[in-house]
């Protein structure tokens, strides 16, 4: 009895410590995304200063930062596998932080290009660390859940960059809002350094699915061949076209069509996404983690219905004549996009080698950046100028509207396909990827 309740105390302070974990993470999720979003509240101020066009406005919060984020990606999330993944997840956050803060110093179209490439790739080694030290501090049964409350750092991180960037901007300038929304980032990064415990890796998974890296190629090679994986990494990069497009061009939008000033826009707005974006995760990963427990395809079911029923949503809120009808059919719509975050995340982890999971999930983030980040935001750009003749200062919802529907229904097939898929790996028809 006296050696059992030493174990049982210690395995009661072990669940409460992966708590203090999840919340840590999920902080730096919320500086993350807040130092990268808060450009789309400063957009127009920016816009004004330097006489920028939508399209350079749709590279600076596109290419400049996802192509580095990716590039960067990569070698660190190899890195992570094999080395200290919080030490990693510390740096990462402290020199994103600190290009932030940079980014108030431009002076031009390049300089604050080169700023925002710098966020992208201190970034871009802070996320495939993060849900690879979840992945070994939740069952797998717990995953999505975890993963699902982790993104809340997404959903309050776009929150507070605009109800913070705007209010910052109102009062001391769009250059000081970049300044003081950064160096806190700092501080966050020596608390998780010297705090946050390095789990054993891969203790929550199957013996055969070892710790070992494979060389690189061979590891690409095997993500390629796991059915699971792709599929899931199209839709999702499909379903953050949708979420980059509204993050980022939704402030925009109200200033154009609404009379609003920067402060009001980016605290209604803000607050829109806080209270669509907080049950939304949480409802999308218990819907998951309940219901595939009688079967396993609605891991991607679930995203699949969740953007399905988004789509109309958004069409009414970009459409819409006042402030009131916008503001309300985009809070139920978020809530129903946000079904996918959680489960998608968990997908791409669970159906890789534990050796392998920094690196699957930066190779998701590989299309979820290119297409949603790059892409996406420069594609709506173009299309807006090019609009602006016939539709004026409605070109940009249009442009907004048209992305969002075609990445809905091409999100919505592959979450249908990885759905077969990932019966037959749980069956062990097929397997996960193997070095």
């Known amino acids: 009895m006296s050696e059992k309740q030493p174990a049982q105390s210690e395995e009661q302070d072990e669940g ?32 004004a200063e330097f006489n920028f066009t939508d399209t350079e406005l749709g590279l600076l919060t596109g290419l400049a930062f996802a192509l580095f984020y990716v590039l960067a990606g990569f070698p660190i999330a190899r890195l992570a596998d094999r080395s200290n993944r919080k030490n990693i997840v510390a740096a990462s956050l402290a020199f994103y932080s600190a290009m932030t803060a940079l980014c108030g110093a431009a002076v031009g179209f390049w300089s604050l290009f080169l700023a925002r490439m710098g966020v992208g790739i201190g970034e871009g080694g802070a996320g495939p660390p993060a849900v690879s030290l979840l992945a070994d501090y939740f069952k797998k049964h717990e995953l999505a859940r975890a993963m699902s409350i982790h993104t809340w750092g997404a959903v309050l991180g776009t929150g507070f960059g605009l109800i913070a960037g705007g209010a910052l901007a109102a009062a001391f300038g769009w250059r000081m809002a970049f300044v003081l929304l950064g160096l806190p980032g700092l501080g966050l990064g020596l608390l998780i350094y010297f705090t946050m415990r390095e789990p054993p890796r891969g203790r929550y998974s199957p013996q055969e699915l070892n710790t070992d890296q494979a060389r690189f190629s061979a590891t690409i090679q095997s993500f390629l061949k796991n059915k699971v994986l792709m599929y899931t990494c199209l839709a999702w990069a499909l379903v953050t076209t949708i979420g980059y497009a509204m993050a980022i061009w939704l402030a925009p939008i109200m200033l154009r069509n609404f009379e609003m000033d920067t402060a009001n826009v980016g605290l209604v707005l803000g607050l829109t996404f806080i209270v669509g974006g907080i049950p939304g995760p949480v409802i999308g990963g218990m819907l998951v983690d309940h219901l595939s427990k009688t079967d396993v395809r609605w891991r991607a079911w679930i995203p699949a219905i969740g953007t399905l029923i988004c789509l109309p949503l958004y069409y009414l809120c970009l459409t819409a004549g006042s402030l009131t009808a916008f503001l309300g059919f985009f809070v139920v719509g978020y809530l129903f996009f946000l079904f996918q975050n959680g489960p998608s ?13 920094a690196t699957a999930f930066a190779f998701a983030l590989l299309f979820n950046n290119m297409c949603g980040q790059a892409l996406g935001p420069f594609v709506i750009g173009v299309t807006s100028d090019s609009l602006a003749p016939t539709y004026g200062a409605e070109s940009l919802n249009m442009a907004v509207l048209g992305t969002c529907f075609v990445a809905g229904i091409g999100a ?16 062990g028809l097929a397997q996960p990827s193997a070095g």
């Open 16 to 47: 409460r410590y992966r708590y203090y974990v999840l919340a840590l993470l999920t902080v730096a999720a919320v500086f993350s995304i807040a130092d990268r979003l808060v450009l789309s509240i400063l957009l127009e101020d920016i816009k």
């Open 345 to 357: 995340i968990a997908i791409i982890q669970t159906s890789t080698r534990t050796g392998e999971r």
């Open 412 to 427: 919505i097939i592959f979450y249908l396909l990885a759905a077969g898929e990932i019966r037959k790996q749980e069956a």
